[in-house]
């Protein structure tokens, strides 16, 4: 069988559906289910109740992913971060996750998740330019 490959630099998400369902039932065959769940914990203005940063992450296949941690630069400095993470890994541990990881970039935080007990399982350097991409990891 042969297929026409076609370009575009503005794909619909019918397109990445397409490309997703084949690659979704390879992986299910090979690893199972991986039992997504997706959680967030929201820092809000106690006065306006209005949502300013926060955690999002996922848990899939016994691993939980840290997808988003941002604190405001005006509320930084008083352990909101470490708090979050703090809940962040309970929650882990109640699913019984194997360990958590996330990303960060040179210029963001990896020194605070080394704090946290965070090592560096990749990297990738000049992404951005002049910068480095880490992966980390905490095993549990």
């Known amino acids: 069988m042969t297929a026409?490959?076609?370009f575009t630099c503005s794909p619909s998400e019918q397109q990445r559906e397409a490309i997703l369902k084949p690659l979704r039932a390879h992986n299910i065959s090979q690893a199972g289910e991986p039992q997504l769940q997706t959680f967030a914990w929201s820092l809000r203005d106690p006065h306006?109740?209005?949502a300013s940063g926060g955690l999002y992450g996922k848990i899939s296949s016994g691993w939980m992913f840290i997808e988003l941690l941002a604190v405001p630069e005006s509320l930084r400095g008083?352990?909101?971060g470490r708090?979050?993470?703090a809940l962040a890994e309970a929650r882990a541990r109640e699913?019984?996750?194997l360990g958590i990881w996330l990303d960060t970039f040179s210029f963001q935080a990896p020194a605070f998740y080394r704090k946290l007990g965070f090592?560096?399982?990749g990297e990738l350097a000049?992404?951005?330019p002049g910068h480095t991409r880490y992966f980390m990891r905490k095993l549990l």
Do not use: R
Request: glycine share 14%.
């Open 95 to 97: 699913a019984g996750c």
């Open 78 to 80: 008083h352990g909101l």
């Open 4 to 6: 026409h490959i076609e």
């Open 83 to 85: 708090d979050l993470m």
């Open 119 to 121: 090592t560096v399982f």
């Open 126 to 128: 000049d992404y951005p």
């Open 48 to 50: 306006s109740g209005e």
